[in-house]
Nanobody
Framework: QVQLVESGGGAVQAGGSLRLSCACS????????MGWFRQAPGKEREFVAA????????LYPDSVKGRFTISRDNANNTGNLQMNNLKPEDTAVYYC?????????????????WGQGTQVTVSS
């Protein structure tokens, strides 16, 4: 059983930065692709970033491209999401997710394992 635990959320002002981490336990982390998603109150879950098993391929939506960077440390079973130049519209609960296989996807249904989420609040 794969367990994912996010950390690093918090409250920042617009223009600030946060770094989210996702600790993975239970299976071989390096064989999984990872994704980050977010959900704001009253809105649907939104794709934020994805990375393949080796870190050689990443995927971002236009809304965060150039501001967010996804990375992973397979030696420490950890995934990270560096968020810079945060905007109030980035406010949401952020979830990390993992899936077996080599492909990266922007669809939540492709991911089997999910963390509990961490709150990110950006004030103007």
């Amino acid at each position: 059983q794969v367990q994912l635990v996010e950390s690093g959320g918090g409250a920042v002002q617009a223009g600030g930065s946060l770094r989210l981490s996702c600790a993975c336990s239970g299976r071989t982390f390096s064989t999984y692709a990872m994704g980050w998603f977010r959900q704001a109150p009253g809105k649907e879950r939104e794709f934020v970033a994805a990375i393949n098993w080796s870190g050689g391929r990443t995927l971002y939506p236009d809304s965060v491209k150039g501001r967010f960077t996804i990375s992973r440390d397979n030696a420490n079973n950890t995934g990270n999401l560096q968020m810079n130049n945060l905007k109030p519209e980035d406010t949401a609960v952020y979830y990390c997710a993992a899936r077996e296989g080599t492909e990266v996807y922007n669809r939540g249904r492709e991911y089997k394992y999910w963390g509990q989420g961490t709150q990110v609040t950006v004030s103007s």
